[in-house]
Structure formats: structure tokens, C-alpha cells
T-cell receptor, first 112, second 112 residues
Framework: GESVGLHLPTLSVQEGDNSIINCAYSNSASDYFIWYKQESGKGPQFIIDIRSNMDKRQGQRVTVLLNKTVKHLSLQIAATQPGDSAVYFC???????????FGTGTRLQVFP | SQTIHQWPATLVQPVGSPLSLECTVE??????LYWYRQAAGRGLQLLFYSVGIGQISSEVPQNLSASRPQDRQFILSSKKLLLSDSGFYLC???????????FGDGTRLSIL
């Protein structure tokens, strides 16, 4: 079946460096994508979203890139901080539904 | 602004006991509502979603049920809990298609 997955289960970066978290999706009908951050013991927190008519969207210190040709989504975090340590999930919305399909998550660890 | 509340935050129940988890949303009308379960170290699995009062869609066959007695209230229930019902249960809301879902802080359910 269709699925959303992540290439790296754990990513370790030094404080101040840039982080890149990757996600592959397999459903070409997906037209809306979201990145979430989940800290231990809490619910996922919305970070940024992007629609399929765009290939890049920027927020505060974060950028999401969408490559529909290879069905790849990435989240870039600039100047990574200790507070960025969390598990990051990508999610896709297949066209004409209200349902999201979540990937399994990537743990980001930031060390001094 | 919109807020979502889930309670209790943690719950320990014996096998065979009933369950009722409650979720309420404030600051919006006619939201789409969702219940997810998250196993340890895993992604989110959609259990139920609702687009209106009394309208419930079940995503996976299971020991649980959901109800929406009021516009901004979503309840997850079970008549007899199983060991396999242990997990982290998350409620979420959205305004509809191609909009982000916003999550509560979850209920950690342990079955003994």
C-alpha cells in the first residue's frame, strides 16, 4: 500500500549546525504535506506545511522542500539549537481526504 | 485562539475494565476531530475521525469505539480493555481538507 517513510531514524548534529531531515512518499496523488515536531511525552506540534503546487516554503529557521519528481520531502533547520531535539514526523494527505498518513519519525539529537 | 484538551494525561487500567478518554476543542466551530494511537517509538495510527456530531468513521478494526456527542467533544471508549490497547492516545482537530491537524498532549494508557 501507499506509505510515507523516513530515510534516517536518528540524526545527531552539533549545536549551531544546519539539520536536514528527509522523507520519502510513495503516493503520487498526495497533494499536501506537513512536518511535525514531537517532544517526549507530548503531542506532535505543527511546524510547517506545503502544498503540491509549491516546491519550497520557508518559516522561522525552517524550510521545507518538495521534490515531486522523486517523491521526496525534506525539512531543513537552520542553526540547530538544543530545543530542537525531538522526533520529527512527516505526514501526507492524499487528495480529497481529511486523513493524514504519518511516517515513522526521525529523532534529532543536538549536542553542544 | 484555539485550544485542545485531553484527559487524563496518564491512566493505568486492569485488563477487562472499561475506558473513557475525553477530548474537547475550544475556539473553533465544526472542527474535524481525530483519535490516533502511537506505539512506543512508532508513528501515529489513525483510529477514528469525525466531520460532525454523530458522524464517526473507523479506520481499523479494534476493541475501541468513538463518539461525538457535541460539536467540540470527542470520546474514545472501550467496554473491555485488552493488553494490546496500551499506548499513547492522541486527539487532534483540523478545519478541514488540506489544513494541518493540531494535537493535544495525549493520554498514556497502561493496561495491567
Amino acid at each position: 500500500g501507499e506509505s510515507v517513510g523516513l530515510h534516517l531514524p536518528t540524526l545527531s548534529v552539533q549545536e549551531g549546525d544546519n539539520s536536514i531531515i528527509n522523507c520519502a512518499y510513495s503516493n503520487s496523488a498526495s497533494d499536501y504535506f506537513i512536518w511535525y515536531k514531537q517532544e517526549s511525552g507530548k503531542g506532535p506540534q505543527f511546524i510547517i506545511d506545503i502544498r503540491s503546487n509549491m516546491d519550497k516554503r520557508q518559516g522561522q529557521r525552517v524550510t521545507v522542500l518538495l521534490n515531486k519528481t522523486v517523491k521526496h520531502l525534506s525539512l531543513q533547520i537552520a542553526a540547530t539549537q538544543p530545543g530542537d531535539s525531538a522526533v520529527y514526523f512527516c505526514a501526507e494527505n492524499m487528495g480529497n481526504t481529511d486523513k493524514l498518513i504519518f511516517g515513522t519519525g526521525t529523532r534529532l539529537q543536538v549536542f553542544p | 485562539s484555539q485550544t485542545i484538551h485531553q484527559w487524563p494525561a496518564t491512566l493505568v487500567q486492569p485488563v477487562g475494565s472499561p475506558l473513557s478518554l475525553e477530548c474537547t476543542v475550544e475556539g473553533t466551530s465544526n472542527p474535524n476531530l481525530y483519535w490516533y494511537r502511537q506505539a512506543a517509538g512508532r508513528g501515529l495510527q489513525l483510529l477514528f475521525y469525525s466531520v460532525g456530531i454523530g458522524q464517526i468513521s473507523s479506520e481499523v478494526p479494534q476493541n475501541l469505539s468513538a463518539s461525538r456527542p457535541q460539536d467540540r467533544q470527542f470520546i474514545l471508549s472501550s467496554k473491555k480493555l485488552l493488553l494490546s490497547d496500551s499506548g499513547f492516545y492522541l486527539c487532534a482537530w483540523s478545519t478541514g481538507l488540506d489544513q494541518p491537524q493540531h494535537f493535544g498532549d495525549g493520554t498514556r494508557l497502561s493496561i495491567l
